[in-house]
């Protein structure tokens, strides 16, 4: 996939202003990447269910030389494609029972497997964030509709990509919190209306916990990935641009 880099734009800057020092404080506050709260109630309850499906896994593969996933299509994004069959894992004896965490027992979670080609790994795909974003995009799409395809939009957070003025739409609300930071998430659209999550807080805390800058070609998502057992879903690619994650249009 490529990319299209982009130089920083004054309200990015404007938006970003302090944030090396927020972080800082949020690291000392927490004293790791995720709230206390957070580790206890989300971290354990999905660590267990991860490396039981993450072994079920590994032994289909081993045994029958492909991965337990339900077909999807091309269009689907990456983070949210490769759903694990936890009923084909089930019915041929991989796992007992299908893990009170996933949406198939009443769980807010989709189990799925990145990085299939090379070394499959087991993560877990939030539907309370997917299911808020939508809830923003129709908010979105009816405010578009009713003001002859103006947008409620905000400031400038990456070049392309704006703030969802939420209090312009008919939610008025949005109140969803990362599962990386713990802070309120910001939702920004691009110019055509289409509503993604903006994890530029999240990985810069990830980067900046790494120690190391990113390559210039890098995904910065996948600090996000390393960092928790939930992906970046509804989410665009990110390029580390003036030392800063900046959101990139796919083309």
């Known amino acids: 996939m490529k990319y299209r880099q982009a130089s920083s734009a004054a309200g990015r800057l404007r938006f970003y202003k302090g944030l090396t020092v927020s972080l800082i404080l949020v ?4 004293g790791c990447m995720y709230p206390k709260e ?5 971290q354990v309850s999905y660590r267990e269910s991860v490396r039981r499906i993450q072994d079920a896994v590994n032994d289909f593969y081993k045994e029958e030389s492909i991965l337990p996933i339900i077909t999807a299509g091309e269009e689907v994004p990456r983070y ?7 009923d084909k894992l089930k019915n041929m004896g991989y796992i007992d029972e299908i893990p ?4 198939e027992k009443g769980g807010s979670g989709h189990f799925l497997i990145i990085n299939e080609e090379v070394d499959p790994l087991v993560k877990v795909m939030d539907l309370l964030t997917i299911q808020k974003v939508n809830d923003v995009q129709l908010s979105v799409n009816r405010y578009k509709s009713d003001h002859d395809g103006e947008l409620p939009t905000g400031v400038e957070l990456h070049p392309g990509f704006f703030s969802v003025d939420v ?4 939610m008025k609300k949005l109140q969803l919190k990362s599962f990386y930071s713990g802070q309120e998430i910001t939702l ?20 900046q916990k790494n120690g190391e800058d990113p390559k210039p070609d890098q995904d910065l998502r ?20 003036d030392q800063q994650p900046v959101a990139q249009q796919s083309e």
Request: hydrophobic share 40%; no cysteine; charged share 30%.
């Open 167 to 170: 209090a312009k739409t008919d």
């Open 100 to 103: 009170k965490t996933a949406f």
């Open 188 to 207: 920004m659209m691009d110019d055509t209306g289409k509503v993604y999550v903006d994890y530029a807080f999240d990985i810069m805390q990830a980067i």
């Open 80 to 86: 949210e494609k490769y759903r694990v069959d936890l």
């Open 27 to 30: 690291l000392f506050l927490s």
């Open 222 to 241: 996948t600090y996000l990935e390393e960092e928790s057992y939930f992906v970046p879903v509804k989410s665009v690619p990110y390029l580390w641009v």
């Open 38 to 42: 957070d580790q206890q109630e989300n």
